[in-house]
């Protein structure tokens, strides 16, 4: 009898489902070990100090953020887009999604990456990007001259049997890019976070409105057509990971604020974010 055939049959459903899982997890890292290595350096390379992490809700239109050129500052995604990227030259980007969901958006793999290679051309940057890219990366010769840091993605952390956040091994948090951008943030060492531009709105208006015209990057909206009960979950999903992010990452004694503008990301304390740039509070 096959040993895959022996589990199944001697074993209850759940140490079925986590035996596969450390399994998984396990045959993954071996695979990678050594490219995630490199990560460790990381650890607490930034101890004691604040960043804000941007992401590409409207909100950041009604916002000055060319305060933040001398900051450290995590851009996500399509951030690259915004009309002062170039000044606030971001010290950290990550892009976590997975080829295939490119397409499934209506996206060009290539042109989203040959653009973001574009973007950074001179910027001096620490990138995180998926090691299941890497292989596409490293073919089409992109970001030759940039440090790059690949991270080994777990199902998610709502998801999970277990939790870890070590970006050094297997980590849950890859399933947003807010939520990896916070994981990644508290192991370099910041104490103090503000996340803005994190709206999750969307469900108000049926519609995902960015900062920037979804006709520039020809994005096919997902939620056009999708029930209020799938929105409803999907927010509760959201809310939930949020709060789950909340509770993990008290132990590290880090503080995370809302510094953005509306929105539903009310997790988190809010701060006014022209207030983080007045000098008597500094």
């Known amino acids: 009898m096959k040993f895959k055939e022996i589990i199944k049959k001697y074993t209850p459903g759940i140490l079925k489902t986590i035996f596969f899982h450390l399994y998984i997890r396990w045959l993954y890292y071996f695979r990678y070990k050594n490219i995630l290595a490199k990560n460790k350096a990381l650890k607490n390379q930034y101890k004691g100090k604040r960043c804000f992490i941007i992401g590409n809700g409207l909100s950041l239109n009604q916002m000055d ?12 995604n399509f951030f690259y ?10 010290k950290f980007y990550s892009i976590m999604e997975p080829t295939e969901n490119f397409s499934r958006a209506g996206l060009s793999t290539d042109k989203v990456f040959r653009e973001i290679e574009e973007a ?3 910027i001096d940057v620490k990138m995180f990007l998926r090691t299941d890219i890497k292989e596409y990366i490293e073919n089409n010769k992109l970001f030759l001259n940039k440090d790059i840091y690949y991270l080994l993605a777990d199902r998610g952390i709502l998801k999970t049997l277990i939790m870890s956040d ?14 990896n951008a916070i994981c990644i943030a508290v192991y370099l060492g910041f ?10 709105d969307y469900i108000l208006s049926r519609n995902e409105e ?27 999903s959201y809310l939930k990971a949020m709060e789950k992010i909340k509770n993990h990452f008290k132990k590290y ?3 995370i604020f809302n510094a953005g503008m509306g929105g539903f990301t009310d997790t988190f304390p809010r701060v006014k974010y022209d207030d983080l740039f007045d000098k008597a509070m500094r």
Not at 65 to 76: P, S, W
Not at 168 to 177: I, L, M, N, Q
Not at 191 to 200: A, M, N, P, V
């Open 253 to 255: 004694n880090v503080k």
């Open 191 to 200: 104490s103090e976070i503000y996340l803005i531009g994190c709206d999750y």
């Open 65 to 76: 953020l060319k305060r933040l050129k001398n900051e450290y500052t995590f851009a996500l």
């Open 120 to 122: 950074f051309k001179d």
């Open 210 to 236: 960015h900062f920037y015209d979804n006709d520039i990057i020809s994005q096919v909206s997902w939620i056009k057509n999708v029930s209020n009960l799938f929105l409803a979950e999907d927010m509760s």
């Open 166 to 179: 070590d970006i050094s091994k297997y980590y849950s948090f890859a399933d947003g890019s807010i939520y």
């Open 81 to 90: 887009l915004y009309k002062d990227f170039k000044e606030i030259k971001p």
